[in-house]
C-alpha cells in the first residue's frame, strides 16, 4: 500500500488506532505535544489500572448514555472480552477483582504501556513527542509546532486520526485546544464539560471539620430519579468519589435548569420500620450522635451530614423527622468542579459530523477517536475500553479509506 498516516496524540485511543495500521504497508507516525506518551492513562494506573469490566456485553453497553447505539457498535467489534484477549497478546494477564472489574495482574499501566510501545517500534510506529498541533495550512498540511527546538513543523500525510483527548486533565495532555482548528472547519463540537467529577455544596464551618471522611453505604438519587448505591467522599467544597461520578451525567443535567436538588439514604439497607423499630428504645441521656451510632450503626460523618443538611423544619428529636431525614436527606449542589479537576469530559465531535468509521464527513481522510468525541461514561474499565475500541474502529476505518482511495 505504501501509505503514510499521522496520528495526532499518544493515548489508549490514538496507540490502538495507530497498532490497526503498523505493518501494514502503512507507516504510521504519532505526535503528542507531551514529552512522553499516555500520560493520562499511567495516571489512571497508578491506584491499580481498572482496564476494563467483566460484566456480560449487553449489561456492560447498557452503562453508556448512547441513545443512538454509535458506542455499542464499537463495543460489538472490540469489547472487553476482545480487550481482555489483547492484553494478553501483550503477555499482560488479566484477573477479575470482587466487584467484576477487571485488571493486569500486576494491576498497573507501565509494564502493559512499556511491552506496547515496544510491539509498536517493532511493527515501524515512529513517535514524536512535545509536538503542539495547530490545525491545517490551506493546501492541506498539517502545522504542528515543536516545542523543543520552539519551531512550527509541517507535515502532511495520506489519512489524519485525531485523539487528543477531552479537556480534563490538561496538565497530562488533554486541553482541549483542538477544538479551535476543527471549529474552523464548521466541524460541530458539543461543548465540553466535567464528567466524572465532584460537586460543589454549600457547606457550613462545621461540616468542614469531616472533610475527607468516607460516606459508606449510602444512596444517592437525583430529583426523584436515577437511584444508585455506593461510597462517596465529604470535601471541603461538597462531594466526590464513586458514586458521585457515577450519578454526575444526571447531576450535570439537572444543573443546567439552576441548582440541583438531590437526596441521599443514609441507611439503604434498612427500611422505615426496621429503622423505627430500632429507635423504640429511649435515648435517655445518651447524645444523639452515640444513639444513633450504638442503634443503628451510623457513622460520625453521617450523622454530621443530617445534622448539617435536615433543615429548619425538621426536629432529629421527633423520631418520625429523624427516620424521614435519615432515609430522604435533601441536598442541594451548587455547581460541578471545575472541568480540568474532572476525570473525563462529555462533549466533543458530535456524531453526526463522524460516518460510521469515525471519519469526519467535512474532512474526507480525517477521522477521530477517544474523549474528542461526544459520548460519555462511568469509570469502572468502561470509559478506557471505549477509548481502546474508537482507537481500533478508527485505525480499521483508515485502512479501508486507503484501500478505496487507491482503487
Not at 501483550?90 to 477483582?97: D, K, M, P, R
Not at 463522524?354 to 470509559?383: N, S
Amino acid at each position: 500500500m505504501n501509505k503514510k498516516v499521522i496520528v495526532i496524540g499518544a493515548g489508549p485511543a490514538g496507540l490502538m488506532a495507530a497498532e490497526q495500521l503498523a505493518g501494514h504497508g502503512v507507516q504510521v507516525d504519532i505526535y503528542d505535544a507531551m514529552p512522553s506518551v499516555a500520560r493520562k492513562f499511567l495516571r489512571a494506573g497508578i491506584g491499580g489500572l481498572n482496564i476494563t469490566h467483566s460484566e456480560p456485553l449487553p449489561q456492560f453497553i447498557a452503562r453508556y448514555q448512547d441513545s443512538d447505539g454509535r458506542v455499542a457498535s464499537w463495543l460489538q467489534s472490540f469489547g472487553p472480552e476482545e480487550l481482555r484477549q489483547w492484553c494478553a497478546g501483550l503477555g499482560i494477564e488479566t484477573f477479575v477483582g470482587s466487584s467484576g472489574r477487571v485488571f493486569p495482574a500486576q494491576k498497573k499501566a507501565a509494564p502493559l504501556l512499556r511491552r506496547w510501545l515496544s510491539r509498536l517500534r517493532q511493527a515501524g510506529v515512529r513517535f514524536h513527542l512535545q509536538h503542539q498541533w495547530q490545525g491545517w495550512q490551506s493546501d492541506g498540511q498539517l502545522r504542528l509546532f515543536d516545542r523543543h527546538e520552539q519551531q512550527p513543523v509541517l507535515v502532511s500525510a495520506d489519512a489524519v486520526i485525531l485523539a487528543m483527548g477531552g479537556g480534563s486533565w490538561k496538565k497530562l495532555g488533554s486541553d482541549g485546544q483542538w477544538q479551535a482548528a476543527l471549529t474552523e472547519r464548521d466541524v460541530v463540537i458539543a461543548p465540553l464539560q466535567p464528567s466524572n467529577c465532584g460537586f460543589n455544596l454549600s457547606w457550613t464551618d462545621y461540616i468542614q471539620q469531616f472533610a475527607g471522611q468516607a460516606l459508606k453505604s449510602v444512596a444517592l438519587s437525583v430529583d426523584g430519579c436515577h437511584f444508585r448505591k455506593g461510597e462517596m467522599v465529604l470535601s471541603h467544597y461538597g462531594l466526590e468519589g464513586s458514586l458521585v461520578y457515577a450519578m454526575s451525567r444526571p447531576i450535570r443535567e439537572c444543573l443546567q435548569t439552576g441548582k440541583c436538588h438531590v437526596w441521599v439514604d443514609l441507611l439503604p439497607d434498612l427500611s422505615e420500620d426496621k429503622i423505627r423499630a430500632r429507635l423504640s428504645k429511649p435515648r435517655g441521656k445518651e447524645s444523639m450522635s452515640s444513639y444513633l451510632r450504638k442503634r443503628l450503626n451510623l457513622s460520625g460523618v453521617k450523622y454530621a451530614l443530617l445534622r448539617e443538611c435536615s433543615g429548619p423544619d425538621c426536629d432529629l428529636n421527633r423520631h418520625e423527622d429523624l427516620i424521614r431525614t435519615i432515609k430522604t436527606l435533601k441536598l442541594v449542589i451548587d455547581s460541578p468542579r471545575p472541568i480540568d479537576e474532572a476525570i473525563s469530559t462529555a462533549g466533543g465531535i458530535q456524531f453526526s459530523e463522524l460516518d460510521e468509521q469515525l471519519m469526519l464527513k467535512r474532512l474526507p481522510g480525517v477521522f477521530a477517536a477517544g474523549e474528542m468525541l461526544d459520548w460519555d461514561a462511568p469509570t469502572g474499565g468502561y470509559l478506557l475500553t471505549a477509548c481502546f475500541a474508537s482507537g481500533y474502529l478508527a485505525g480499521q476505518g483508515v485502512r479501508q479509506w486507503l484501500t478505496s482511495i487507491e482503487r
